[in-house]
């Protein structure tokens, strides 16, 4: 299926918040729709994003405007995934060397999906025949553009004859677990889909063998920010000794930010938490804050994994 593509200025998009119940496409004719699709979500996930900001960069210079005001306009779409921001400097980079926009986008492009099957095929190796694996948010071939990070790793065990089985966290307020639910299933990958607060019992319960998540920005230090609700995945994966991976390209990693406390923490609308699927589920004088990422220390990660392979210690960039 056409994830991302380009063509004539205009950026095609598969509309994430359609899925998985219907398959339609956002046509983004200028770089503003483009901000607009990246801060809508109707693409997400951190390699998608940085994907689509580097064609958006390319949209504004293709039309005359001002490559670096744009930029700093397209970072503050989504501002704690770094791969973003990764590839506004690339672009900007190269518009500097007068080199063409639209080459220098799709150059970017096939450099994330190169990396992300490299740390696809690396990651299926840390996972054992018939291991059960509990992921969260969604980190499949949407959220890249093809192959995927952490649910990379999970379809490229699958296909070596692994067989393993998936817990998918709903990942609320979005239920990003429903469009990894889909995936797996038309990978044909057993799984079973779980409210987020269920997955402490199941490690109670001996259950899980490997925890998998991605990455929206790796500190110096290896702190990292992810979907909200991972930190309490590694809290508790610490508790009953189950390996926790962090999948992402190098791209993820933010050598400038010392540690996790420096990330910015993107702040959603609350109707996201008092409205879930669009209709309302408190009172209206009812209240909410919706974190979209909290940060994880680098003392819960077991390993991470990006495409130069497995490591102990933070990436480089």
Avoid at 18 to 30: H, I, R
Avoid at 39 to 49: C, D, L, Y
Avoid at 231 to 254: C, E, G, N, Q, R
Avoid at 285 to 313: H, M, W
Wanted: charged residues 20%.
């Amino acid at each position: 299926m056409e994830i991302i593509s380009y063509s004539s200025g205009i950026l095609k998009l598969l509309d994430q918040r359609k899925l998985p119940f219907e398959t339609e496409y956002v046509l983004c004719k200028n770089y503003k729709e483009s901000i607009g699709a990246i801060r809508n979500m109707v693409v997400r996930g951190a390699p998608a994003i940085s994907i689509v900001g580097a064609y958006a960069l390319a949209q504004a210079a293709n039309s005359g405007y001002e490559p670096g005001a744009v930029g700093e306009e397209i970072i503050g779409a989504r501002p704690t995934a770094v791969d973003l921001a990764n590839a506004v400097h690339y672009v900007l980079g190269s518009i500097s060397e007068e080199k063409e926009p639209d080459e220098v986008a799709k150059t970017w492009e096939e450099k994330v999906y190169q990396n992300c099957k490299a740390l696809s095929v690396a990651g299926s190796e840390l996972i054992k025949p018939g291991a059960k694996v509990l992921t969260h948010c969604n980190t499949g071939p949407i959220a890249v553009g093809k192959y995927g990070t952490a649910l990379g790793a999970i379809i490229q065990a699958h296909k070596k004859g692994k067989n393993p089985f998936v817990w998918v966290d709903e990942t609320r307020p979005r239920f990003q677990g429903a469009l990894t639910s889909w995936e797996l299933t038309n990978e044909r990958i057993p799984h079973k889909v779980i409210t987020d607060s269920t997955a402490a019992s199941l490690m109670q319960k001996g259950e899980v063998d490997l925890i998998m998540v991605g990455a929206d920005r790796i500190c110096k230090n290896g702190d990292f920010a992810n979907k909200i609700g991972t930190y309490s995945l590694a809290v508790l994966a610490k508790h009953h000794d189950i390996p926790f991976y962090v999948l992402a390209p190098t791209s993820t990693f933010d050598p400038n930010l010392k540690s996790g406390e420096d990330i910015p923490i993107e702040q959603r609308d609350p109707r996201e938490v008092l409205e879930p699927s669009g209709h309302p589920a408190f009172n209206s004088k009812t209240s909410a804050i919706n974190y979209a990422f909290d940060v994880t220390p680098r003392e819960l990660v077991t390993a991470y994994v990006t495409e130069e392979g497995v490591g102990q210690n933070p990436p480089k960039a």
